[in-house]
DNA sequence: AAAAGCAGTATACATTTCATAGCGATATTT
DNA sequence: AAATATCGCTATGAAATGTATACTGCTTTT
């Protein structure tokens, strides 16, 4: 719903470079939309909206509560994490269940493709032991 | 550390609530520093900066400059990839080779720790095809 | 009887990302 | 030959995103 109808290189023959055409010519089918079709390209936007990792990561330990949840990612604030819920639920990521409105109960679970994503974590957990150096 | 013991199937044993005995003070090693020492909490803060897995997965294809790298991963702002790139430098995934300051030219090109990411970002890539559906 | 927990929402502030202009020198286009 | 586009950034201010904190009404724990 913001900008991300415009073509990548849009951006930069907006900044007042009017012709420059040439810019534009080499695109590949998936960077030529923002990635609006290309599901890599949809894959890295999700997974790198912050505290998204970490709520999957706590939920492959089993289903939480809301401020369980909020508690063992590291502390997101629960503005953050309502709207990071809504969005792993529309994508088909977690299932929501209420269990009772008051007092109020819910419970947060991986759906099968959520469990799936236990995959690319197990990696950069692999790659994070063999490679990453700490930040100085 | 604790959170590389991801049971898949401990999912459908647990309920919502299991440790709500644990309420205020559990913090795990891994947490408890916000994830100082543990490395699968830095590599998923890394990775998870905007634009960090496009970077690294367009110069899977190749060294590139600035601003070659800039219109590839999708219209980073300037000040923003800059920013990236030192931290992703000091991180020792890539490295920058400056060929010439006047006129500029620059090469930036992905370590072996660098290209060691190339599984994650496959296992995204696969994931995105098999589980993901599309934005609403 | 008091305190703390549940799942969020609302508000106001802080941080992050943004678009854009600009640099001097060459390479390209007209 | 002259105008323009390009390189790799940095600087600016404005927009978007994330933050801490307080609050709700009801139950469980102390």
Redesign the pocket.
């Known amino acids: 719903m913001?900008?991300l109808e415009?073509q990548p290189n849009a951006?930069?023959e907006?900044?007042?470079?009017?012709?420059?055409h040439?810019?534009t010519a080499h695109l590949e089918p998936c960077e030529s939309a923002h990635g609006a079709m290309c599901p890599a390209i949809q894959a890295i936007e999700l997974l790198q909206?912050?505290?998204v990792l970490f709520i999957v990561r706590s939920l492959l330990e089993g289903a939480?509560?809301?401020?369980?949840?909020?508690?063992e990612v590291g502390?997101?604030?629960?503005?953050?994490?309502?709207?990071r819920?809504d969005t792993l639920e529309k994508r088909g990521i977690i299932t929501?269940t209420?269990c009772s409105t008051?007092?109020?109960?819910?419970?947060?679970q991986l759906t099968s493709a959520g469990v799936a994503l236990q995959n690319v974590i197990l990696e950069i957990d692999a790659w994070s032991r063999q490679h990453l150096k700490p930040a100085s």
């Not at 907006?14 to 420059?20: L, Y």
């Not at 939480?64 to 508690?71: A, H, P, Q, T």
Request: proline share 7%; glycine share 4%; charged share 25%.
């Open positions: 913001k900008a415009l951006i930069l907006q900044t007042a470079f009017k012709n420059s040439l810019e909206e912050k505290w939480k509560g809301f401020n369980e949840l909020r508690r502390g997101c604030n629960p503005s953050t994490l309502s709207e819920l929501k209420v008051m007092p109020p109960r819910t419970s947060y």
